[in-house]
T-cell receptor
Protein backbone atom coordinates (compact mmCIF):
# COMPACT_ATOMS: atom_id res chain seq x y z
CA UNK A 1 0.00 0.00 0.00
CA UNK A 2 1.49 3.34 -1.00
CA UNK A 3 2.04 5.87 1.75
CA UNK A 4 1.08 9.51 1.88
CA UNK A 5 2.62 11.38 -1.03
CA UNK A 6 3.39 15.07 -0.93
CA UNK A 7 4.56 17.18 -3.84
CA UNK A 8 6.71 19.05 -4.37
CA UNK A 9 9.28 18.02 -1.77
CA UNK A 10 11.24 21.26 -1.98
CA UNK A 11 10.44 24.65 -3.39
CA UNK A 12 11.76 28.17 -3.24
CA UNK A 13 9.53 31.21 -3.67
CA UNK A 14 9.90 34.93 -3.19
CA UNK A 15 7.82 37.22 -1.01
CA UNK A 16 4.45 38.07 -2.47
CA UNK A 17 4.18 34.94 -4.59
CA UNK A 18 1.72 32.17 -3.98
CA UNK A 19 2.23 28.43 -3.67
CA UNK A 20 0.13 25.30 -3.97
CA UNK A 21 1.10 22.07 -2.23
CA UNK A 22 -0.42 18.70 -2.97
CA UNK A 23 -1.11 15.66 -0.83
CA UNK A 24 -2.31 12.21 -1.86
CA UNK A 25 -3.49 10.22 1.15
CA UNK A 26 -3.25 6.50 1.66
CA UNK A 27 -5.86 4.71 -0.40
CA UNK A 28 -9.10 4.49 1.56
CA UNK A 29 -8.22 7.28 3.96
CA UNK A 30 -10.79 10.04 3.88
CA UNK A 31 -9.34 12.46 6.41
CA UNK A 32 -6.45 14.72 5.47
CA UNK A 33 -4.82 17.15 7.89
CA UNK A 34 -2.18 19.79 7.22
CA UNK A 35 0.48 21.02 9.60
CA UNK A 36 3.15 23.69 9.49
CA UNK A 37 6.39 22.86 11.25
CA UNK A 38 9.03 25.43 12.14
CA UNK A 39 11.94 25.13 14.59
CA UNK A 40 10.54 27.74 16.95
CA UNK A 41 6.84 26.91 16.88
CA UNK A 42 6.83 23.15 16.46
CA UNK A 43 3.86 21.52 14.74
CA UNK A 44 1.01 23.92 14.13
CA UNK A 45 -2.33 22.59 12.91
CA UNK A 46 -3.60 24.27 9.75
CA UNK A 47 -6.80 22.45 8.81
CA UNK A 48 -8.43 19.08 8.35
CA UNK A 49 -10.62 17.87 5.53
CA UNK A 50 -13.00 14.96 5.46
CA UNK A 51 -15.09 14.03 2.44
CA UNK A 52 -14.32 17.34 0.73
CA UNK A 53 -15.43 19.39 3.74
CA UNK A 54 -13.19 21.38 6.03
CA UNK A 55 -13.94 19.87 9.41
CA UNK A 56 -11.44 21.71 11.59
CA UNK A 57 -9.28 24.79 11.27
CA UNK A 58 -6.27 26.14 13.12
CA UNK A 59 -5.35 29.74 13.86
CA UNK A 60 -3.80 30.81 10.60
CA UNK A 61 -4.62 33.88 8.50
CA UNK A 62 -6.87 33.67 5.48
CA UNK A 63 -3.82 33.55 3.20
CA UNK A 64 -3.72 29.86 4.04
CA UNK A 65 -6.44 27.85 2.37
CA UNK A 66 -7.07 24.30 1.34
CA UNK A 67 -9.43 21.97 -0.36
CA UNK A 68 -10.09 18.30 -0.80
CA UNK A 69 -11.20 16.54 -3.93
CA UNK A 70 -13.64 13.67 -4.35
CA UNK A 71 -10.72 11.20 -4.52
CA UNK A 72 -9.54 12.49 -1.09
CA UNK A 73 -6.48 14.19 -2.55
CA UNK A 74 -5.91 17.55 -0.95
CA UNK A 75 -4.19 20.78 -1.81
CA UNK A 76 -3.23 23.73 0.30
CA UNK A 77 -2.50 27.19 -0.98
CA UNK A 78 -0.61 30.05 0.57
CA UNK A 79 -1.02 33.44 -1.08
CA UNK A 80 1.08 36.59 -0.69
CA UNK A 81 3.97 34.67 0.80
CA UNK A 82 5.90 36.14 3.71
CA UNK A 83 9.37 35.24 4.97
CA UNK A 84 7.79 33.68 8.05
CA UNK A 85 5.95 31.15 5.89
CA UNK A 86 9.23 29.29 5.36
CA UNK A 87 8.58 25.92 6.94
CA UNK A 88 8.08 22.22 6.45
CA UNK A 89 4.45 21.60 5.52
CA UNK A 90 3.25 18.17 6.52
CA UNK A 91 0.18 16.33 5.39
CA UNK A 92 -1.28 13.44 7.34
CA UNK A 93 -4.09 11.07 6.50
CA UNK A 94 -6.25 8.77 8.56
CA UNK A 95 -9.31 6.64 8.08
CA UNK A 96 -11.24 9.06 10.23
CA UNK A 97 -9.60 11.02 12.96
CA UNK A 98 -12.81 10.92 14.99
CA UNK A 99 -11.77 7.37 15.75
CA UNK A 100 -8.71 8.88 17.46
CA UNK A 101 -6.45 6.52 15.61
CA UNK A 102 -3.00 7.14 14.31
CA UNK A 103 -2.03 9.64 11.66
CA UNK A 104 0.06 8.67 8.66
CA UNK A 105 2.37 11.45 7.56
CA UNK A 106 3.95 12.27 4.24
CA UNK A 107 7.58 13.36 3.96
CA UNK A 108 6.57 16.99 3.77
CA UNK A 109 7.07 19.91 1.42
CA UNK A 110 9.86 22.22 2.46
CA UNK A 111 9.07 25.77 1.46
CA UNK A 112 11.69 28.49 1.51
CA UNK A 113 10.54 32.06 1.01
CA UNK A 114 13.24 34.55 0.00
CA UNK B 1 -1.87 26.22 21.35
CA UNK B 2 0.55 23.55 22.46
CA UNK B 3 -0.85 21.29 25.14
CA UNK B 4 1.92 18.75 25.39
CA UNK B 5 5.26 19.74 26.77
CA UNK B 6 8.08 17.29 26.35
CA UNK B 7 10.92 17.09 28.77
CA UNK B 8 13.83 17.22 28.26
CA UNK B 9 14.09 19.34 25.12
CA UNK B 10 17.26 17.51 24.14
CA UNK B 11 18.87 14.30 25.30
CA UNK B 12 22.22 12.75 24.37
CA UNK B 13 23.09 9.19 25.35
CA UNK B 14 25.40 6.34 24.37
CA UNK B 15 24.28 3.37 22.34
CA UNK B 16 22.94 0.64 24.60
CA UNK B 17 21.66 3.04 27.26
CA UNK B 18 17.99 3.67 27.98
CA UNK B 19 16.33 6.95 27.02
CA UNK B 20 13.37 8.39 28.89
CA UNK B 21 11.27 11.27 27.63
CA UNK B 22 8.36 12.86 29.41
CA UNK B 23 5.25 14.63 28.24
CA UNK B 24 2.90 16.75 30.32
CA UNK B 25 -0.46 18.07 29.23
CA UNK B 26 -3.08 20.39 30.61
CA UNK B 27 -6.60 19.08 29.98
CA UNK B 28 -8.34 15.72 30.20
CA UNK B 29 -7.59 13.51 27.26
CA UNK B 30 -9.10 10.73 25.21
CA UNK B 31 -5.71 9.32 24.26
CA UNK B 32 -2.06 10.23 23.97
CA UNK B 33 0.19 9.30 21.07
CA UNK B 34 3.94 9.28 20.54
CA UNK B 35 5.55 9.95 17.19
CA UNK B 36 9.11 9.91 15.90
CA UNK B 37 10.56 12.25 13.31
CA UNK B 38 13.91 11.78 11.64
CA UNK B 39 15.57 15.01 10.59
CA UNK B 40 13.54 16.84 7.96
CA UNK B 41 11.24 13.88 7.34
CA UNK B 42 7.63 13.07 8.12
CA UNK B 43 6.44 11.79 11.46
CA UNK B 44 5.98 8.11 12.19
CA UNK B 45 3.42 6.87 14.69
CA UNK B 46 4.97 4.85 17.50
CA UNK B 47 2.30 4.06 20.04
CA UNK B 48 -1.14 5.16 21.25
CA UNK B 49 -2.25 4.87 24.86
CA UNK B 50 -5.86 5.46 25.87
CA UNK B 51 -6.88 7.39 28.96
CA UNK B 52 -7.98 4.20 30.74
CA UNK B 53 -4.62 2.50 30.14
CA UNK B 54 -1.59 2.89 32.36
CA UNK B 55 1.17 1.18 30.42
CA UNK B 56 1.83 -0.09 26.94
CA UNK B 57 4.73 -1.86 25.27
CA UNK B 58 5.86 -2.12 21.68
CA UNK B 59 9.21 -3.77 21.05
CA UNK B 60 11.85 -1.69 22.83
CA UNK B 61 9.31 1.04 23.62
CA UNK B 62 7.43 1.37 26.87
CA UNK B 63 4.88 4.11 27.43
CA UNK B 64 3.25 4.97 30.72
CA UNK B 65 0.36 7.30 31.38
CA UNK B 66 -0.56 8.94 34.67
CA UNK B 67 -3.81 10.81 34.20
CA UNK B 68 -3.80 12.11 37.78
CA UNK B 69 -0.54 13.92 37.03
CA UNK B 70 -1.45 14.58 33.41
CA UNK B 71 1.82 13.12 32.24
CA UNK B 72 3.25 10.35 30.11
CA UNK B 73 6.69 8.91 29.63
CA UNK B 74 8.32 7.14 26.71
CA UNK B 75 11.15 4.75 27.50
CA UNK B 76 13.41 3.42 24.75
CA UNK B 77 15.49 0.53 26.02
CA UNK B 78 18.88 -0.52 24.66
CA UNK B 79 19.03 2.48 22.35
CA UNK B 80 20.65 2.35 18.92
CA UNK B 81 22.17 5.04 16.73
CA UNK B 82 19.14 4.66 14.47
CA UNK B 83 16.93 5.89 17.33
CA UNK B 84 18.42 9.36 16.85
CA UNK B 85 15.38 11.50 16.06
CA UNK B 86 12.89 13.92 17.54
CA UNK B 87 10.06 12.45 19.57
CA UNK B 88 6.69 14.14 19.90
CA UNK B 89 3.72 13.49 22.07
CA UNK B 90 0.25 14.41 20.85
CA UNK B 91 -2.96 14.41 22.82
CA UNK B 92 -6.57 14.14 21.77
CA UNK B 93 -8.52 16.17 24.33
CA UNK B 94 -11.55 14.52 25.90
CA UNK B 95 -14.72 15.58 24.13
CA UNK B 96 -12.89 16.59 20.96
CA UNK B 97 -11.91 13.63 18.87
CA UNK B 98 -10.67 15.46 15.85
CA UNK B 99 -7.74 17.65 16.73
CA UNK B 100 -4.44 16.37 18.01
CA UNK B 101 -2.48 18.84 20.10
CA UNK B 102 1.27 18.55 19.84
CA UNK B 103 4.23 19.21 22.07
CA UNK B 104 7.47 20.75 20.86
CA UNK B 105 9.35 17.47 20.97
CA UNK B 106 12.44 15.96 22.52
CA UNK B 107 15.54 15.74 20.35
CA UNK B 108 17.33 12.46 21.08
CA UNK B 109 20.90 11.84 19.99
CA UNK B 110 22.33 8.33 20.38
CA UNK B 111 26.09 8.19 20.03
CA UNK B 112 27.59 4.98 18.62
Amino acid sequence: KAGVTQTPRYLIKTRGQQVTLSCSPISGHRSVSWYQQTPGQGLQFLFEYFSETQRNKGNFPGRFSGRQFSNSRSEMNVSTLELGDSALYLCASSLDQANTGELFFGEGSRLTVL
Amino acid sequence: SQQGEEDPQALSIQEGENATMNCSYKTSINNLQWYRQNSGRGLVHLILIRSNEREKHSGRLRVTLDTSKKSSSLLITASRAADTASYFCATVPAGNNRKLIWGLGTSLGVNP
